[in-house]
T-cell receptor, first 113, second 114 residues
Framework: EAAVTQSPRSKVAVTGGKVTLSCHQT?????MYWYRQDTGHGLRLIHY???????EKGDIPDGYKASRPSQENFSLILELASLSQTAVYFC????????????FGSGTRLTVL | TQTVSQSDAHVTVFEGDSVELRCNYS??????LSWYIQHHGRGLQFLLK??????VVQGVNGFEAEFSKSDSSFHLRKASVHWSDSAVYFC????????????FGGGTRLTVRP
């Protein structure tokens, strides 16, 4: 059974609308991450979190907010969705001291029209 | 700033062939290197990692990778590929084990023909 679950699997949003992507992990990991993947490219880190109720900015945080209400849950929020945010979004988790070993969800394909 | 370069965007081989997927990095300090595989429409899955010790590390499904400090490389190899190995492979580097700033290369799409 999947240890990192993302919802929804896909979403179509309108420009200027609010989008929330959710992630739930059952790995009991402290660290969680949100990555963005554009077609034909690698992954870029948006936000991450070491502990519940705390988030950190990654390499491309502009236009995104994150929320970590509990160890298991980590959300990515697009307050005003834009066309340039069309991408596949991946959530991941890792153990303390194992930052090179990430466990990924299956991704959310977001299309902004 | 750490960077990861995967020079081959696409590699095509036949089933049973050997393959090497190249990864070069730039970073001056202690680093952790890893490889991930992404099958179509799926999330990334961890294959193997290196931090120190034997420069050749073994992963799942017959994959191995060799670290070279002099070449700043961490190439992935498999002696005999199967059609199910067709996927996109990502090399990644992080400069600490605190869980942040894992930087990925652009990926190499491996196609294995029957």
């Amino acid at each position: 059974e999947a240890a990192v679950t993302q919802s929804p699997r896909s979403k179509v949003a309108v420009t200027g609308g609010k989008v929330t992507l959710s992630c739930h992990q059952t790995n009991n990991h402290d660290y969680m991450y949100w990555y963005r993947q554009d077609t034909g490219h690698g992954l870029r880190l948006i936000h991450y979190s070491y502990v519940a109720d705390s988030t950190e900015k990654g390499d491309i945080p502009d236009g995104y907010k994150a929320s970590r209400p509990s160890q298991e849950n980590f959300s990515l929020i697009l307050e005003l969705a834009s066309l340039s945010q069309t991408a596949v979004y991946f959530c991941a988790s890792s153990e303390v001291g194992q930052g090179e070993t990430l466990y990924f969800g299956s991704g959310t394909r977001l299309t902004v029209l | 700033t750490q960077t990861v370069s995967q020079s081959d965007a696409h590699v095509t081989v036949f089933e049973g062939d050997s393959v090497e997927l190249r990864c070069n990095y730039s970073y001056g300090g202690s680093i952790y290197l890893s490889w991930y595989i992404q099958h179509h429409g799926r999330g990334l899955q961890f294959l193997l990692k290196y931090y120190s010790g034997n420069p050749v590390v073994q992963g799942v499904n017959g994959f191995e990778a060799e670290f070279s400090k002099s070449d700043s490389s961490f190439h992935l190899r498999k002696a005999s590929v199967h059609w199910s190995d067709s996927a996109v492979y990502f090399c990644a580097v992080t400069n600490n084990n605190a869980g942040a700033k894992l930087t990925f290369g652009g990926g190499t799409r491996l196609t294995v023909r029957p």
